[in-house]
């Protein structure tokens, strides 16, 4: 890869670690199409790709947890079943068009969150424990399995949900997802390496320093009084173009 392209990638790389990680979000979603777009093969970077993420959503779950924002009793009903079937999902081998419908839907999902963010930051409710376990199950196994198909952590699908129905606010959601995404993405590399997958250590090492960064900045932002809220709106714009790109090619 020629310099100027690799440059423009970690700078990429780097923005998309900032603006994700601000909502308690890996990046998987932006990390595969920036690498998509820069013409690495899908079984090449998937690995790299949930490293990435593991490392960010890491980042961003401690900043948020020390922030107060952290409640497992959230959280374990989906990751019950999500782990599991994102185990399932990462050992599926599939196929470039369900792939690349997954992927869109991903970003498109991840574009619903960034633009809506001011609309869905409402003081959340409570809820009852049996219905977070009625509607936590079968939705964290259904995430899962979508995350390790497509190697992301799935908290880009779970975060929408949260803020709609009013179980959390925006920053509980950004810990509750942050916790979602490293336990998927966890699952989902290690189903990817039984699979025979390996890492481009010479890919992964610069990328791994941009997205730490990246994150840092991002979780802390996200976490305390500061508002992102141009930039998220923009990659929000971003993204459900790149989403719907991706759809659209299918036909």
Same mark, same amino acid.
């Given at each position: 890869?020629?310099?100027?392209?690799?440059?423009?990638? @970690?700078?990429?790389? +780097?923005?998309?670690?900032?603006?994700?990680?601000?909502?308690?979000?890996?990046?998987?979603?932006?990390? =595969?199409?920036?690498?998509?777009?820069?013409?690495?093969?899908?079984?090449?970077?998937?690995?790299?790709?949930?490293? +990435?993420?593991?490392?960010?959503?890491?980042?961003?779950?401690?900043?948020?947890?020390?922030?107060?924002?952290?409640?497992?009793?959230?959280?374990?009903?989906?990751?019950?079943?999500?782990?599991? *079937?994102?185990?399932?999902?990462?050992?599926? *081998?599939?196929?470039?068009?369900?792939?690349?419908? @997954?992927?869109?839907?991903?970003?498109? *999902?991840?574009?619903?969150?960034?633009?809506?963010?001011?609309?869905?930051?409402?003081?959340?409710?409570?809820?009852?424990?049996?219905?977070?376990?009625?509607?936590?199950?079968?939705?964290?196994?259904?995430?899962?399995? =979508?995350?390790?198909?497509?190697?992301?952590?799935?908290?880009?699908?779970?975060?929408?949900?949260?803020?709609?129905?009013?179980?959390?606010?925006?920053?509980?959601?950004?810990?509750?997802?942050?916790?979602? @995404?490293?336990?998927?993405?966890?699952?989902?590399?290690?189903?990817?390496?039984?699979?025979?997958?390996?890492?481009?250590?010479?890919?992964?090492?610069?990328?791994?320093?941009?997205?730490?960064?990246?994150?840092?900045?991002?979780?802390?932002?996200?976490?305390?009084?500061?508002?992102? +809220?141009?930039?998220?709106? =923009?990659?929000?714009?971003?993204?459900?173009?790149?989403?719907?790109?991706?759809?659209?090619?299918?036909?």
């Amino acid at each position: 890869m020629q310099g100027p392209v690799w440059a423009i990638l @970690i700078l990429g790389v +780097l923005l998309v670690a900032v603006l994700y990680s601000s909502v308690g979000h890996g990046g998987a979603s932006g990390y =595969l199409a920036l690498l998509v777009l820069a013409g690495f093969a899908r079984p090449e970077i998937t690995p790299v790709v949930l490293v +990435l993420n593991i490392l960010v959503a890491s980042i961003g779950f401690v900043a948020y947890r020390r922030a107060g924002h952290f409640s497992s009793a959230l959280l374990v009903p989906f990751v019950v079943a999500s782990i599991p *079937a994102a185990f399932v999902g990462g050992m599926l *081998a599939v196929d470039d068009r369900a792939y690349r419908f @997954i992927l869109g839907c991903a970003l498109a *999902a991840a574009a619903i969150r960034f633009l809506l963010v001011p609309s869905i930051a409402s003081p959340s409710r409570p809820i009852p424990t049996r219905r977070t376990w009625e509607i936590g199950l079968p939705v964290g196994a259904v995430l899962g399995l =979508l995350a390790g198909m497509v190697g992301i952590g799935g908290g880009i699908f779970l975060s929408p949900l949260l803020l709609f129905m009013g179980w959390a606010d925006a920053k509980q959601t950004a810990a509750v997802s942050a916790a979602f @995404i490293v336990l998927n993405s966890l699952t989902g590399l290690s189903a990817q390496f039984l699979r025979g997958a390996s890492l481009d250590w010479s890919l992964t090492l610069p990328l791994l320093a941009a997205v730490a960064v990246g994150g840092a900045i991002g979780s802390f932002l996200g976490a305390t009084r500061f508002s992102l +809220l141009a930039l998220q709106r =923009l990659l929000g714009i971003v993204l459900a173009l790149a989403g719907l790109k991706l759809i659209a090619e299918l036909w």
